[in-house]
């Protein structure tokens, strides 16, 4: 059954939270979206996306992420994920965390999920990130 959600993929791990498409919140008409953000889940939930101890002292945005929505008007799942995260073993990684097999996946970048230091830059307003 296909579940919505916010992932990391560390190591070629996906570490994250799938919820239940119930558990969901329609932000924009016809979409459903986890009302969980990157930011909480890193930093005020680590034990929940099962965060290991090294990773605790990263930023939620130095690790390649992505989020999952459904789209109720096309019976399918929309992944935004970091541009680095394109190849067939990880999307097939995603697509069992999140119960995707079987379903129409369309599978998109989204600028906010980058590691990319000049885009995060951008992102966060910020002159220098070295």
């Known amino acids: 059954m296909s579940k919505i959600g916010v992932f990391w993929i560390h190591q070629g791990v996906v570490l994250g939270r799938a919820l239940l498409l119930s558990g969901g919140e329609e932000g924009m008409p016809g979409l459903l979206d986890s009302p969980d953000t990157h930011v909480d889940l890193w930093e005020r939930q680590p034990g929940l996306i099962k965060l290991p101890l090294p990773l605790r002292r990263s930023e939620y945005f ?9 789209d109720r008007k096309q019976n399918r799942s929309i992944v935004y994920m970091d541009s680095e995260l394109f190849s067939p073993d990880i999307k097939m ?18 600028s906010h999920y980058t590691t990319q230091s000049n885009d995060l830059a951008a992102l966060f307003d910020e002159d220098d990130w070295g």
């Open 93 to 110: 990684k995603i697509m069992v965390f999140f119960g995707l097999e079987g379903c129409e996946v369309s599978w998109k970048t989204d």
């Open 62 to 70: 130095s690790i390649p992420r992505g989020r999952v929505l459904w």
